[in-house]
């Protein structure tokens, strides 16, 4: 079964600082991988995607993901967060189509 | 366009009352999926479809759950009976055949 490891429950970094979320995998295929982002009283909006070809993809609001299949990880990372980029991350696994597997998050907290 | 809409946004119900949730796709999108998401945790799939037809039910908890989308449009997810275990959010995504899934901003649900 498909599951996705999210190490960090909670990051505090300062604004204008580069901001790295970790994610780890585990499937037994080639991955469907994705970062979805949750802000306080929102639905889930969809930062990023990984299907297959260049393992670094870029993303909305300034984001991008490394996809490594020999760590199985596809971080989520950002040169320079922003106050709003305040919320909480989540990393998922899919199989075409199908469900979706998703980690159980990161809150990424902002500090001035 | 219109995003994924779910009605109602809150819903407060008596222990072993029965609720329906609503989830209107995007319009056109052949795939419809529900997850539960409890405080603190990742969305946890319950349920999907292809247009009417009911893909995968192996998420659902127990047979107290069901859902239905009868004309390939809205859905509906049906807990019957409700438990106070039953409070959580409850997503409604949709996707096309790009494998991405939109998110719908969810239904609270409170079983008191």
């Known amino acids: 079964a498909q599951s996705v490891t999210q190490p960090d429950i909670h990051i505090t970094v300062s604004e204008g600082a580069s901001l790295e979320l970790r994610c780890n995998y585990s499937?037994?295929?080639?991955?469907?991988l994705f970062w979805y982002v949750q802000s306080p009283g929102q639905g889930l909006q969809l930062l990023l995607k990984?299907?297959?070809?260049?393992?670094l993809v870029q993303g909305i609001k300034g984001f991008e993901a490394e996809f490594k299949r020999s760590q199985s990880s596809f971080n989520l990372r950002k040169p320079s967060v922003h106050w709003s980029d305040a919320a909480e991350y989540f990393c998922?696994?899919?199989?075409?189509?199908?469900?979706?597997?998703f980690g159980t998050g990161t809150r990424l907290t902002i500090i001035p | 366009g219109a995003g994924v809409s779910q009605s109602p946004r809150y819903k407060v119900t008596k222990r072993g009352q029965d609720v329906a949730l609503r989830c209107d796709p995007i319009?056109?999108?052949?795939?419809l999926y529900w997850y539960r998401q409890a405080l603190g945790q990742g969305p946890e799939f319950l349920t999907y479809?292809?247009?009417?037809?009911?893909?995968?039910k192996s998420g659902l908890p127990n047979d107290r759950f069901s859902a239905e989308r009868p004309e390939g449009s809205i859905s509906t997810l049906t807990i019957q009976r409700t438990e106070q275990r039953d409070s959580a959010m409850y997503r409604c995504?949709?996707?096309?055949?790009?494998?991405?899934?939109?998110f719908g901003p969810g239904t609270r649900l409170t079983v008191t």
């Open positions: 998922a696994v899919g199989e075409g189509n199908e469900k979706l597997t």
């Open positions: 990984y299907f297959s070809g260049d393992t």
């Open positions: 499937y037994g295929a080639t991955p469907y």
């Open positions: 319009s056109g999108h052949v795939s």
């Open positions: 995504a949709s996707s096309s055949n790009s494998y991405e899934q939109y």
């Open positions: 479809f292809n247009y009417e037809a009911q893909q995968d």
